[in-house]
T-cell receptor, first 115, second 111 residues
Framework: EPEVTQTPSHQVTQMGQEVILRCVPISNHLYFYWYRQILGQKVEFLVSFYNNEISEKSEIFDDQFSVERPDGSNFTLKIRSTKLEDSAMYFC?????????????FGPGTRLTVL | DAKTTQPPSMDCAEGRAANLPCNHSTISGNEYVYWYRQIHSQGPQYIIHGLKNNETNEMASLIITEDRKSSTLILPHATLRDTAVYYCIVRVPNQGGKLIFGQGTELSVKP
């Protein structure tokens, strides 16, 4: 069964450093998303991406964040200058343009720890 | 998107049916009810969705009341692996739309 994959599973970085989180969505999917979950809190939407541009973004997704689909398979989230409060699980998801159901498939997540 | 209310936690005995309720009294006519779950520290997993008719798939059944103001997710024979946080989300299924997760119901399946 096809699945969304994410690398790395765990990333440790120093405050102020740049990090890139990588995702490989399901191959025939066209919509891509990033969510995050701070420990003990709700899953929060960050950004959605379609046709090589951002469809929607939340207030969390400020100028420190960017997304890119550098090739036909990868979807990346970059945090330019990490802060302590960026420590969280980051989940990538994808969905296929089919009918009207927009079922989203999530990856296993990347745990980002900012020291 | 309509707001949902779920109990924070529930217990269920292994092998019994788990019935997880969700109130969505402000749901509008074009909004669907979706259920996702999150097993500890994993990515959320889609379970089922419906508009007004009851739905069943290999994972669960979804019962939506006639006035659509509430619904129940039923896991017919809960196993220990069904221990997870279950999220009820009400939204218009527009393409590319975000999912807004609440606190969900933490279901503990006990032997």
């Amino acid at each position: 069964e096809p699945e969304v994959t994410q690398t790395p599973s765990h990333q440790v970085t120093q405050m102020g450093q740049e990090v890139i989180l990588r995702c490989v969505p399901i191959s025939n999917h066209l919509y891509f998303y990033w969510y995050r979950q701070i420990l003990g809190q709700k899953v929060e939407f960050l950004v959605s991406f379609y046709n090589n541009e951002i469809s929607e973004k939340s207030e969390i997704f400020d100028d420190q964040f960017s997304v890119e689909r550098p090739d036909g398979s990868n979807f990346t989230l970059k945090i330019r200058s990490t802060k302590l409060e960026d420590s969280a699980m980051y989940f990538c998801a994808s969905s296929v343009l089919a009918g009207s159901y927009n079922e989203q498939f999530f990856g296993p997540g990347t745990r980002l720890t900012v020291l | 998107d309509a707001k949902t209310t779920q109990p924070p936690s529930m217990d269920c005995a292994e092998g019994r049916a788990a019935n997880l309720p969700c109130n969505h009294s402000t749901i509008s006519g074009n909004e669907y009810v979706y259920w996702y779950r999150q097993i500890h520290s994993q990515g959320p997993q889609y379970i089922i969705h419906g508009l007004k008719n009851n739905e069943t798939n290999e994972m669960a059944s979804l019962i939506i009341t006639e006035d659509r103001k509430s619904s129940t997710l039923i896991l017919p024979h809960a196993t220990l692996r069904d221990t997870a946080v279950y999220y009820c989300i009400v939204r218009v299924p527009n393409q590319g739309g975000k999912l807004i997760f609440g606190q969900g119901t933490e279901l503990s399946v006990k032997p």
